[in-house]
């Protein structure tokens, strides 16, 4: 058959087939169905938590051998960008959202945090975030500072680090749905944002802990009450759901606990569990974070339904992945074909340019300062927030031994000083080369990232009971302290006592157990104590130090410790302080 007759032929045999169907369809009482098809999109999220202002790559982070028995390198905001564009790339229909549960400034890293997390919030932007909730490191400078970050103007002390380019405040929302004005009632920032993709409209309520105010020093949130995460989002999701949006996704800065790998949920536990069985059946999945832990979970909503929870680790090490099926035509999340993947930020792909860029130009401002030394360490000392905080560990019980230093003698007279684990952000360790220093040297910028936070050190009188309540504060039970009942203190030279954890709260200090250079502490004793203004000021839920009384004030922390390096040339860990913790 020529190519001219097989033409011929196949034009014959569609005109057969059009009529046989016209026919049929003209025979036919039922319209012909839709393709079911039609009416399903799928919308990926990408989501992350806990930044922290870790803008550059750090040569050895990865994620802990339990989350990653493989150890690979991850982090750097150059990939976190690139592996974001990878996965927006395999996006069905290009429909793809970025979004984050909180934290991603405070306790941040040198670069970041040198400049009160403008260089973090710029990395952002450039990357895409769409919509982010606050966390509790939000506030580590108070509301004021935070709506200066979401809606800009240069820093009230500092000014303009670029003067040509003032600070235009994030072109992204920040979302906090649980956090209220007391005068007024209003949220201090939006509770929600609703974006239309592919035809649906989803909306995120965005919350931070209600333990928040435990976390930060309360000066700077005397503004605001943080509502209960559960009571909050429900009555959100009802408002959300009379606006006619169906699809809801919670963004909740509170996390749990997970025994298996990054991509695992084995035995999770924790503050969200609770959280996550009572929110409304509506919202369809929750991103969360806080605890710095990855998970990608199936956790029952009051229904008894099946509803993902996610979290992406820290330091943008993780990526979460979700692919919300959602029925086009109703607006429904299709919970049964929604699936989540967590994808570890890697560093096989080429870094982003424009990341790349805003780590350059704050560098250039940064380099004379960060390079500096200003002291040296003479064996690795290890235990800082990044690592189990409900233990003594050097590095908590090094910093305590430099507040007592600075707070010693003329400069307030201290005996003991406290530390608390969680506000210790990095170790110290002899091969860390920051800045092309050598082997064993600190710098500035090392320094700076163990007490990135601006306390102020604070000494005061306490009778010993008062300083065994302290101690017996160090376990408080989960409602107060959301997903950490406990965070332990780092105790200065000279002072020792034991633990006993088989013991009920608040009996955990084992009687006559403390002393100071040997004597026993006398219950009805003053003694003079030194610590962090967060910590006086019951940051951590250490309300005992409140009890403090001629109190004096005393240096910035981040410069006492550089003064105490200087002068404590070739730093040792310290021996342990605690029997049992």
């Known amino acids: 058959m020529t190519k001219s007759s097989r033409r011929v032929a196949a034009a014959l045999l569609v005109s057969a087939v059009v009529a046989a169907f016209g026919a049929a369809a003209s025979a036919s009482a039922e319209p012909a169905k839709p393709n079911p098809m039609s009416n399903r999109t799928t919308i990926q999220l990408l989501a992350f938590n806990d930044f922290h202002g870790h803008l550059e790559a750090d040569d050895g982070q990865t994620l802990d051998e339990e989350s990653d028995p493989q150890r690979r390198i991850v982090g750097g905001s150059e990939f976190l960008a690139s592996q974001l564009d990878r996965l927006r790339a395999q996006a069905p229909g290009g429909n793809s959202l970025t979004v984050a549960a909180g934290d991603l400034i405070g306790g941040s890293t040198f670069l970041s945090g040198l400049f009160h997390d403008e260089p973090t919030i710029e990395s952002m932007e450039a990357l895409g975030l769409d919509v982010t909730s606050v966390g509790n490191h939000e506030f580590d400078e108070g509301t004021t500072e935070l709506l200066r970050i979401q809606n800009g103007g240069c820093h009230p002390d500092d000014g303009c680090y670029f003067p ?326 780092g105790v200065s030279e000279g002072f020792t006592y034991a633990w006993d954890d088989t013991q009920p709260q608040g009996e955990r200090v084992v009687p006559g157990s403390m002393h100071l250079n040997g004597d026993p502490i006398d219950p009805n004793a003053t003694y003079r104590v030194s610590t962090l203004n967060f910590l006086h000021e019951g940051g951590d839920s250490f309300t005992a130090f409140d009890q403090g009384t001629n109190v004096l004030g005393g240096a910035e922390d981040l410069q006492n410790l550089v003064d105490y390096l200087e002068t404590h040339p070739g730093i040792t860990p310290p021996p342990d302080r605690v029997d049992g913790l």
Request: net charge negative; glycine share 10%; with cysteine.
């Open 164 to 489: 040509e380019q003032p600070y235009d405040g994030a072109d992204f929302p920040y979302l906090a749905a649980n956090v209220e004005l007391k005068d007024g009632g209003d949220p201090l920032l939006p509770p929600y944002e609703v974006r239309e993709v592919d035809g649906v409209k989803v909306g995120f309520i965005g919350m931070t802990t209600k333990t928040t105010p435990a976390l930060v020093s309360p000066g700077g949130i005397q503004d605001v009450d943080f509502l209960d995460e559960v009571e909050t989002a429900n009555r959100y999701a009802r408002e959300l759901e009379e606006q006619g949006v169906k699809s809801i996704v919670v963004l909740l800065h509170e996390g749990g606990l997970n025994a298996g790998t990054f991509e695992q949920c084995d035995g999770i536990s924790g503050a969200v569990v609770d959280i996550a069985e009572r929110l409304h059946p509506e919202i369809d999945a929750v991103v969360t974070g806080h605890t710095h832990e990855p998970y990608v979970c199936d956790i029952p909503d009051p229904d008894g339904e099946p509803r993902l929870v996610t979290s992406a680790a820290s330091f943008g090490s993780v990526i979460s992945e979700i692919e919300l099926a959602v029925n086009r035509r109703s607006g429904q999340v299709q919970r049964e074909r929604t699936v989540a993947t967590n994808h570890l930020v890697t560093r096989d792909v080429a870094p982003d340019p424009e990341q790349t860029a805003i780590i350059e130009k704050w560098n250039e401002i940064s380099g004379p300062i960060a390079g500096e030394v200003v002291g040296t360490v003479a064996q690795d000392v290890t235990g800082d927030a990044n690592g189990n905080r409900a233990i003594e560990t050097p590095m908590g019980d090094l910093i305590a031994d430099a507040i007592l230093w600075g707070t010693a003698g003329e400069n307030g007279g201290a005996q003991i000083s406290f530390m608390n684990i969680g506000g210790v952000r990095a170790s110290f360790l002899v091969d860390q080369i920051s800045n092309n220093e050598q082997s064993g040297e600190i710098t500035y910028e090392e320094a700076f990232n163990v007490a990135p936070f601006g306390n102020l050190l604070v000494s005061m009188d306490l009778t010993g009971a008062q300083i065994e309540e302290v101690l017996e504060q160090q376990f408080q039970p989960i409602p107060l302290r959301g997903s950490r009942p406990m965070l332990a203190l």
